[in-house]
């Protein structure tokens, strides 16, 4: 029998759809594995996923996908670049290739070894031993140099690991982007530290009752477009958002009752991704039309709510009066300069994830520098402690007291995860950019936000970016939403005039 091209597009969609069924399965297994499941479910869950994660690379690595691919590929249909088609098959062969082309026996060692070791590495972060956790991420970087290799994307080794998260970037891009952001930040980041002056933050660290956070968090993101019909807001211990398919967008977050911001500003940011899953087109679920873009695109819609709404002051001046009235006592005496001074608060310290919007991205550089060295094999594992607190003082201005607040802090690396981190900052990059634009084109926003109108800026990252699944890669996206290709100077202008009011630098 043989088919037409346009036939074998059709099966091909029907088989790829297919398998994103089955990985949203999984995906509302780990969701409850992160939320109710009874401590002694994590054996027979990990079976679980463990079958269907198997299920799924075994359908979309079968040779008939790679048959289709090739018969599809050959019609009119493919022609119109950037058509609904065309969009689908350029981005099914590179998951496709991508997949096929890394020997089984190599990623199941990797899944083994990455499992082990983030084993090792729990342990060697409790107690500070670098030592310990050292022979596997030795094993760890042998093997993602083996990996890159199988890719076989061209360029840099690293590029081809960074090209699973971000597809299209390369390292020598972002160098170049990095090498304006640096100093920059740094010296943005001393001139606030010489300003002398501080916030007041023991404001953020009264007793905000837990219920009350729960549904002033919940209204607000509401305020914002997020629909409660189509999501929900649980508990877990580390906050994430699972985008499970059209009409189901979960998100979750940890309360803590000396800590408003904790849970606040991550409910924004999880609600960030789950504007961005909720706007996603329907009619596409489950190819690449239907999906985001990278990581980096996700984080610049968690980024933006988090950061360009929530902790601006037009965001506050009409949301603070509301805070009185759901925390009645708590913020007596808290007016909205102190109360946006505190939010904003930037000091240099040593764990990424409790770093503010200004030296997050100085956090991420020296990740970037280093995993770029290690893969590349000019900086050794053994050498890596070093070379970390070396870095520490010279962006952040003193190296931690142990390796545990050093190069052991994060879980990436002990998962195999290298060429993640970088997307953190564009995500930071890339929600700047967009919000200068929506600025220029929906007029003030800042009016809007004092009157409490969010859904204009909603609608129209709905329609710039959610709809457009992943007709653009990131790059394109940038350039097509805003005229211009990715410029560093949109964040930093954010950061000194907000930073720079409230510090006087
Ligand atoms: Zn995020």
């Known amino acids: 029998m043989s088919r037409t091209p346009q036939e074998a597009f059709d099966e ?63 019609g009119e249909i493919a022609r119109p670049s950037g058509s609904a088609v065309a969009v689908n098959l350029r981005e099914i062969r590179r998951a496709y290739d991508r997949a096929t082309r890394i020997p089984a026996a190599l990623v199941q060692e990797l899944a083994r070894i990455s499992t082990l070791a983030q084993d090792v590495w729990v342990e ?26 199988a890719v076989g994307r061209g360029g840099a080794l690293y590029d081809a690991l960074l090209d699973e998260y971000e597809p299209g970037e390369t390292a020598a891009r972002l160098t170049q982007v990095f090498a304006e952001l640096r100093p920059a930040l740094v010296d943005l980041v001393g001139r606030i530290a010489a300003s002398g002056r501080r916030p007041d933050l023991a404001i953020l660290h009264r007793a905000y009752p837990l219920a009350a956070q729960e549904a002033f968090g919940k209204a ?16 877990t211990t580390h906050p994430f958002c699972s985008g499970i398919g059209p009409g189901d967008t979960r998100l979750t977050t940890r309360y803590n009752l000396h800590d408003f911001g904790d849970a606040f500003f991550s409910i924004l940011h999880e609600a960030g ?34 950061n360009f709404v929530g902790r601006s002051r037009a965001f506050w001046d009409c949301w603070l009066p509301r805070a009185r009235e759901v925390f009645p006592d708590v913020l007596d005496g808290v007016g909205l300069d102190g109360f946006v001074f505190a939010i904003n608060d930037v000091r240099p310290s040593f764990i990424r994830v409790d770093a503010d919007e200004a030296t ?54 002990s998962g195999g995860s290298f060429g993640y981190f970088p997307t953190y900052t564009l995500g930071n990059l890339y929600a700047a950019q967009f919000f ?10 800042e009016e809007q936000f004092r009157r409490g109108e969010f859904v204009p800026l909603k609608e129209w990252l709905n329609q710039k970016i959610h709809r457009e699944g992943q007709r653009n890669r990131a790059v394109d996206l940038v350039a097509a939403v805003t005229g211009e290709p990715l410029n560093p100077a949109y ?11 409230l510090y006087g630098v």
């Open 436 to 445: 200068a634009k929506a600025q220029a084109e929906l007029g003030n926003l």
């Open 124 to 149: 060697a972060r409790m107690a500070s031993d670098f030592g310990r956790f050292r022979p596997w991420l030795e094993k760890l970087v042998g093997l993602k140099r083996e990996e890159a290799q």
């Open 491 to 501: 964040l930093l202008r954010h950061l000194r005039e907000k930073l720079g009011t």
């Open 12 to 74: 091909l969609i029907r088989r790829v759809k297919a398998v994103s069924l089955l990985g949203s399965c999984g995906a509302v297994l780990h969701w409850d594995h992160q939320t109710y499941m009874p401590p002694q479910g994590g054996a027979h869950r990990a079976e679980q996923l463990a079958l269907l994660a198997g299920l799924c690379h075994e359908q979309f690595t079968a040779p008939e996908i790679g048959d289709l691919l090739s018969l599809a590929e050959t």
């Open 220 to 235: 607000v993101v509401t305020a914002f477009g997020f629909d409660f019909h189509a999501g929900r807001l649980d508990v």
């Open 273 to 306: 991704h789950g504007l961005y899953d909720q706007g996603l087109d329907p009619e596409h679920y489950g190819t690449p039309m239907g999906e985001a873009v990278s990581l980096g695109i996700h984080e610049s819609q968690s980024r933006l709510w988090e």
């Open 360 to 413: 997050y991205n100085l956090h991420i550089v020296l990740r970037f520098e280093l995993e770029q060295a290690l893969i590349a094999g000019d900086l050794a594992v053994a050498d890596l402690p070093a070379a970390w607190n070396e870095r520490m003082v010279r962006d952040l201005g003193s190296a931690p007291p142990d390796d545990a607040q050093g190069c052991l802090q994060d879980i990436h690396w």
